[in-house]
């Protein structure tokens, strides 16, 4: 399939030809077929451009990424290593995408049939990334264990039932998924603003300050993410391309910005961490066997 908005499925390699058909059938719905072409709502010039230039643009965020952490010391690389691997995730999904894999075409209409593209390979990364990017602002806030839980989980909810929307034929059953999925987002949402700001104060006002202003930040992109998707693959207002723009716009400003406003002004003041994340499993505590 060429990278192109609007085609015609005319020549649709699943068409059957006539000869395969009975004569008095072909004879019979002719009339009512012949006009009647399904249509393709894919990617464009635009679209495909787009999603090179957020390979490149991952690429050297993770460069980057990967510089500032060689600045600190391993104790204080937490952050560094999170951005980094959900960054990496990210350029994978572009990087499939932009080869021109990872989507599949969902159908909708009766009179018209339309099949527009959708790009699972987002949401394959999303549900790396995002859970990685909230693991991030848990540990930044000082969430509990049960707390880092519940948001991640609540997160992975989010994205499985938005996969779950786009995928859907049925457009009641893909409003259900979608109003899910963002109540999900609420819980998540939640727990980083309500319980996180709560908790973060025993680091000082000036990183409860950081931590809210990132945090409000990325919850603001997040929820424009669900607007993308409403106008795009929920209603199918937004083409192909603008939604892909969309998309890509708000990953720049939610992984590279943010993540560059978090690692530059919190990353040398960063908690150091100590005991295996610095120096591994140590002889201490092990039970040795003797010989006798």
């Known amino acids: 399939m060429p ?26 719905k002719s009339h009512k077929m012949e006009h009647i072409h399904p249509l393709y709502e894919s990617i464009g010039p635009i679209g495909h451009t787009t999603l090179w230039i957020m390979v490149a643009i991952l690429l050297f965020s ?29 350029l994978i999904g572009y990087f499939v995408m932009a080869c021109g894999d990872g989507y599949l075409y969902v159908a909708r209409g009766t009179q018209q049939i339309v099949y527009r593209q959708i790009f699972w390979a987002k949401y394959a990364y999303w549900f790396l990334t995002t859970s990685l990017y909230l693991l991030n602002l848990a540990f930044f806030g000082g969430l509990s264990g049960v707390g880092i839980i519940l948001t991640i989980v609540a997160d992975e909810y989010m994205v499985l039932l938005g996969l779950l929307a786009a995928v859907s034929g049925n457009e009641a059953q893909k409003w259900t998924y979608f109003v899910l999925s963002y109540i999900a987002f609420v819980v998540a949402a939640y727990k980083l603003l309500i ?3 709560r908790t973060v104060t025993a680091k000082g006002e000036k990183t409860a300050r950081l931590y809210t202003a990132i945090t409000s930040c990325g919850l603001i992109l997040w929820a424009l993410y669900g607007v993308v998707w409403a106008f795009g693959t929920g209603a199918r207002i937004l083409s192909v391309d603008a939604e892909i723009i969309g998309y890509a716009t708000l990953d720049f400003l939610s992984m590279t910005i943010l993540g560059f406003w978090l690692l530059l002004t919190h990353g040398r ?10 120096k591994g499993l140590t002889y201490e505590g092990v039970i040795r066997l003797d010989n006798n």
């Not at 003041?269 to 610095?278: C, K, V």
Request: aromatic letters at 10%; glycine letters at 4%; charged letters at 15%.
């Open 195 to 197: 319980d996180g700001r």
């Open 3 to 28: 990278f192109s908005s609007v085609t015609s499925g005319a020549e649709s390699p699943f068409s059957l030809s006539s000869a395969s058909i009975p004569a008095a059938i072909t004879r019979r």
């Open 269 to 278: 003041n960063a908690e150091s961490i100590e005991g295996f994340w610095t």
């Open 62 to 90: 993770i460069i980057s990424f990967t510089v500032l952490s060689l600045r600190v010391p391993v104790q204080k690389r937490l952050y560094h290593i999170i951005f980094i691997l959900l960054t990496l995730a990210s």
